[in-house]
């Protein structure tokens, strides 16, 4: 019983400690203020169906979390250790509607977790998605997705082996539920994407410019 609690104990802590760096939405009376130096920053992040509610893709940005950076999950938890629902019908995630300074911020590595046995990973660093911001601005950046790939294993259960990361435009899905949800945004909101497509470029920290692909996972 000991033991059970202390693990209990842990995978709380664990929890707590990742929500805290993860990026939450504004709230739905969001207005700017005029001696705010930020922006609004739309952009959907979501997993395949096969992966289910135990499966997390985390895009990282502004760096790693000890340095300052963000964390964004393709689902947050309702409570700790209990994934909240999907947004969509077609995949795992939901919508972020986060404020940041102006200035310049990027996406500059991911993850994909699957329950608390096994996570996937870039072998090598990615060619970060770098994006603006500008004060006053409401822009959409697209979805970030992890298309996963399923196999059987040794007990002929289906789990998941590989997958990668894509930039995709949904935002005819993503709009119209951001505009309900924030009706101040609605016929304000610039299409910015990032650059569309799987995200499986490295860089080549020797020649500090963008190599040919890696293999997408570890």
Same mark, same amino acid.
């Given at each position: 019983?000991?033991?059970?609690? +202390?693990?209990?104990?842990?995978?709380?802590?664990?929890?707590? *400690?990742?929500a805290g760096c993860s990026v939450q939405s504004v709230k739905k009376d969001f207005s700017f203020s005029d001696a705010s130096n930020e922006g609004i920053v739309i952009l959907?992040?979501?997993?395949?169906?096969?992966?289910?509610?135990?499966?997390?893709?985390?895009?990282?940005?502004?760096?790693?979390?000890?340095?300052?950076?963000? #964390?964004?999950?393709?689902?947050?938890?309702?409570f700790p250790g209990i994934p909240r629902g999907s947004d969509f019908a077609d995949s795992?995630?939901?919508?972020?509607?986060?404020?940041?300074?102006?200035?310049?911020?990027? #996406?500059?590595?991911?993850?994909?977790?699957?329950?608390?046995?096994?996570?996937?990973?870039?072998?090598?660093?990615?060619?970060?998605?770098?994006?603006?911001?500008?004060?006053?601005?409401?822009?959409?950046?697209? @979805?970030?997705?992890? @298309?996963?790939? *399923?196999?059987? @294993?040794?007990?002929?259960?289906?789990?998941?082996?590989?997958?990668?990361?894509?930039?995709?435009?949904?935002? +005819?899905?993503?709009?119209?539920?951001? +505009?309900?949800?924030?009706?101040?945004?609605?016929?304000?909101?610039?299409?910015?994407?990032?650059?569309?497509?799987?995200?499986?470029?490295?860089?080549?920290?020797?020649?500090? *410019?963008?190599?040919?692909?890696?293999?997408?996972?570890?």
């Amino acid at each position: 019983m000991k033991k059970i609690k +202390e693990l209990l104990f842990i995978l709380l802590f664990a929890s707590l *400690t990742l929500a805290g760096c993860s990026v939450q939405s504004v709230k739905k009376d969001f207005s700017f203020s005029d001696a705010s130096n930020e922006g609004i920053v739309i952009l959907s992040v979501s997993h395949d169906l096969s992966g289910g509610r135990g499966t997390r893709a985390i895009f990282y940005m502004d760096g790693i979390p000890v340095h300052g950076g963000k #964390m964004l999950f393709s689902l947050d938890d309702a409570f700790p250790g209990i994934p909240r629902g999907s947004d969509f019908a077609d995949s795992y995630g939901h919508i972020i509607v986060m404020s940041l300074p102006a200035g310049k911020h990027f #996406m500059d590595s991911w993850q994909v977790t699957i329950g608390s046995a096994a996570y996937l990973y870039p072998r090598r660093k990615p060619v970060p998605l770098e994006f603006e911001v500008r004060k006053g601005e409401i822009v959409y950046l697209g @979805n970030l997705h992890a @298309n996963l790939y *399923t196999g059987k @294993n040794l007990f002929g259960m289906s789990v998941v082996g590989d997958g990668y990361p894509e930039v995709r435009d949904e935002r +005819e899905r993503d709009l119209p539920m951001i +505009e309900e949800k924030y009706p101040q945004f609605k016929g304000k909101v610039a299409v910015h994407l990032l650059p569309l497509g799987p995200w499986v470029k490295i860089f080549d920290e020797e020649m500090q *410019t963008p190599a040919s692909p890696a293999p997408l996972m570890h």
